[in-house]
C-alpha cells in the first residue's frame, strides 16, 4: 500500500470525524453539561466505535450490506432509535438545574466511554462510508501491518478531534454560558439529535 494512499484516508476520516453528526452534538452537551473528564471519555468511546466500524469495513461488512440491505436496514432503525432516546432524555431533563460543581457527581470515565462507543455503533452508515474509501484506497491483498495502521490513525483521528471538542466546550467560559441557557440549550441540542436520529432511522 502507498503512504500517500494512507495519507488520504487519514485526510478523508478526518474531515468525516470534523462534520457535525450525533457524536457531536452528544460530545458538546457532555462537555458543557459534566466537564473534561466525561467528555474525554466519550472521547475514546467514539474512537472505539469508529475503529470498530472500519475493521468491519475492511473485513467486508460493507459489502455484506449491500448484498443484505435489510440487515442495514434493522441496524439503522434500532441505531437511530437509540439516539432518539437519548434526544427525548435531553429534552425531558432540560428544565432542571445544573448541579453546582461542588455538589455534582461526575460520569465515571467507564460509562462516558460507553455511551460513546453506543453513541457511535447506534450509527451504522460509517461502515458504508469506510467501505467506499476503502475500496478505492486499500487495494486487495494489503499486508496486515498497513491494516493494523489504518484502524489505529482512524481511533486518533476520532479521539484527538473529540478531545479538542471536550477541551472546548469544557471551559469555564462555555460551562457559565451553557449553565445560564441550559434548558434552551438542551432542548436545541436534543431536537437536533432528534433530527440526526430520524435520519439514521429512514435514510
Aim: proline content about 8%.
Amino acid at each position: 500500500m502507498a503512504p500517500a494512499a494512507f495519507l488520504t484516508i487519514i485526510a478523508i476520516h478526518l474531515a468525516a470525524a470534523i462534520s457535525p453528526g450525533p457524536s457531536f452534538v452528544v460530545a458538546v452537551r457532555t462537555a458543557a453539561a459534566e466537564g473534561f473528564r466525561p467528555a474525554a471519555g466519550l472521547a475514546l468511546g467514539f474512537g472505539l466505535g469508529a475503529a470498530i466500524w472500519a475493521s468491519a469495513a475492511l473485513l467486508g461488512l460493507a459489502l455484506l450490506f449491500e448484498l443484505l440491505p435489510g440487515l442495514l436496514t434493522v441496524l439503522k432503525v434500532v441505531g437511530g432509535l437509540y439516539l432518539v432516546w437519548i434526544a427525548v432524555a435531553m429534552w425531558r431533563h432540560a428544565p432542571e438545574p445544573m448541579d453546582e460543581p461542588e455538589t455534582s457527581v461526575a460520569r465515571s470515565l467507564p460509562s462516558a466511554i460507553r455511551t460513546g462507543l453506543l453513541t457511535f455503533i447506534a450509527n451504522p452508515k460509517p461502515a458504508v462510508f469506510f467501505g467506499a474509501v476503502f475500496v478505492g484506497l486499500v487495494p486487495p491483498g494489503t499486508p496486515w501491518p498497513w491494516l493494523i495502521a489504518i484502524i489505529a490513525a482512524v481511533f486518533l483521528d476520532e479521539v484527538l478531534w473529540y478531545l479538542v471538542v471536550a477541551r472546548a466546550f469544557s471551559a469555564a467560559r462555555a460551562r457559565a454560558a451553557y449553565r445560564r441557557l441550559k434548558p434552551v440549550t438542551d432542548r436545541c441540542l436534543g431536537g437536533v439529535l432528534g433530527a440526526l436520529g430520524l435520519r439514521v432511522a429512514l435514510g
